[in-house]
């Protein structure tokens, strides 16, 4: 089993830069793939990005291609979600979770943590 917990959010303007932290507590981390996902407000949550458990593969939604960049360090137990050129639009609650699987779907997920908010000021 593995316990996630975020942190880094915060209140930035936009064009700003946040880098959130995903810690995670179990022996097995390194056999999870992680994602970040978020959710605005009366939205549905959304995926964000992944990284695969070996080799580091990644994988981004559209809106996040070119501006954030996700990194793991399986030593430390942690992965990371550096946020470039932030927009108002970027404005939600950032969750990290982990699979056994690869994938985008929020189903394929079966760790999660809180939360971390996100507000982009214009």
């Known amino acids: 089993q593995v316990q996630l917990v975020e942190s880094g959010g915060g209140l930035v303007q936009a064009g700003g830069s946040l880098r959130l932290s995903c810690a995670a507590s179990?022996?097995?981390?390194?056999?999870?793939?992680l994602g970040w996902f978020r959710q605005a407000p009366g939205k549905e949550r959304e995926f964000v990005g992944r990284?695969?458990?070996?080799?580091?593969?990644?994988l981004y939604a559209d809106s996040a291609k070119g501006r954030f960049t996700i990194s793991r360090d399986n030593a430390k137990n942690a992965m990371y979600l550096q946020m470039n050129s932030l927009k108002p639009e970027d404005t939600a609650v950032y969750y990290c979770?982990?699979?056994?699987?690869?994938?985008?779907?929020?189903?394929?997920?079966?760790?999660w943590g809180q939360g971390t908010q996100v507000t982009v000021s214009s």
């Open positions: 990284i695969s458990r070996i080799g580091g593969y990644t």
């Open positions: 979770a982990a699979s056994r699987f690869l994938g985008t779907v929020q189903d394929t997920y079966d760790y």
């Open positions: 179990g022996r097995t981390f390194s056999a999870y793939h």
